[in-house]
């Protein structure tokens, strides 16, 4: 089955940028969307963005355009780069996939194990 790794979380300071990356291996043949969610301690886990095998590409909230969905050739990686950082989007950040593009947390059953990003002075 397939599985998901998160990486490239960190510190970073107010204003700075991270670029997160979601690997899946295994079988990807039914995986149409990759999403990224996020949980903060004491949240919900709270959709942030997703991508189709296509290329479409969908946002929470975003009007000022801080984060950016993108996927390599494989469409086994996708990756989140998020600029503009603000103490508020302390979280781990979790990718996850399936057959729907959706921010309906119940589409999706595996995740992975998440990876921390911390925005603090």
């Known amino acids: 089955q397939v599985q998901f790794v998160e990486s490239g979380g960190g510190l970073v300071q107010p204003g700075g940028s991270l670029r997160l990356s979601c690997t899946a291996s295994g079988s990807i043949n039914d995986i149409y969307a990759i999403v990224w969610y996020r949980q903060a301690p004491g949240e919900q886990r709270e959709y942030v963005a997703g991508?189709?095998?296509?290329?479409?590409?969908d946002y929470a909230g975003d009007p000022q355009g801080r984060f950016r969905i993108s996927r390599d050739n494989s469409q086994r990686t996708v990756y989140l780069q998020i600029n503009s950082l603000e103490p508020e989007d302390t979280a781990v950040y979790y990718c996850?996939?399936?057959?729907?593009?959706?921010?309906?947390?119940?589409?999706?059953?595996?995740w992975g194990p998440g990876t921390q990003v911390t925005v603090s002075s």
């Open positions: 996850s996939g399936g057959d729907v593009l959706s921010n309906v947390r119940e589409e999706y059953k595996f």
């Open positions: 991508i189709t095998t296509s290329g479409l590409t």
